[in-house]
């Protein structure tokens, strides 16, 4: 059975701070970045929260096309409330390629909006493994689990 293309993983249970990621990891060139509304899950969120602080962004690589979308969810009100998800193209496939897409920068393209719109994508949730971590973010220490602090940097 092949990988799925697109995998959303928990980026949050990893960290200790919000991580920022380090280029693409693929090709290594700088990525761009794109506020986007939220997705169909963050809409949810944001109706049931009290408090709801969500940020949806976008990063793309111009170079070799990679992608992926982070949302931040914060229930402002709970102490533990902190919600940090990366939906990307899956780089442990054998074979991975962007979803069809016209020009890596155009967000409103429909891969863009279907990752965005449909809330399979972000379903199920994986926990980030150290080594996709390690590809996506560079050198980042794992959560420690006693102390559960999370970092937020919405700079």
């Not at 949806?56 to 402002?76: F, H, K, N, P, Q």
């Not at 442990?92 to 016209?102: E, N, V, W, Y």
Request: charged share 20%; hydrophobic share 35%.
């Amino acid at each position: 059975m092949e990988a799925p293309q697109v995998v959303c993983y928990d980026i949050r249970s990893y960290f200790r701070e919000s991580p920022s990621l380090s280029g693409c990891p693929l090709c290594a060139a700088q990525l761009q970045t794109t506020s986007l509304p939220p997705s169909a899950p963050g809409i949810e969120f944001r109706q049931k929260a009290t408090i709801p602080l969500l940020e949806t962004t976008l990063y793309s690589c111009t170079a070799c096309g990679w992608w992926a979308i982070r949302e931040l969810r914060v229930e402002c009100e709970l102490i533990d409330g902190v919600s940090d998800y990366l939906v990307t193209l899956n780089i442990m496939r054998k074979q991975m390629r962007p979803l069809p897409s016209s020009n890596p920068d155009d967000v409103h393209s429909p891969a863009w909006q279907e990752v965005i719109r449909d809330a399979r994508y972000w379903q199920p949730c994986q926990v980030i493994s150290p080594q996709i971590a390690r590809l996506l973010f560079g050198q980042a220490g794992p959560v420690q689990r006693a102390g559960k602090s999370y970092r937020i940097s919405l700079a």
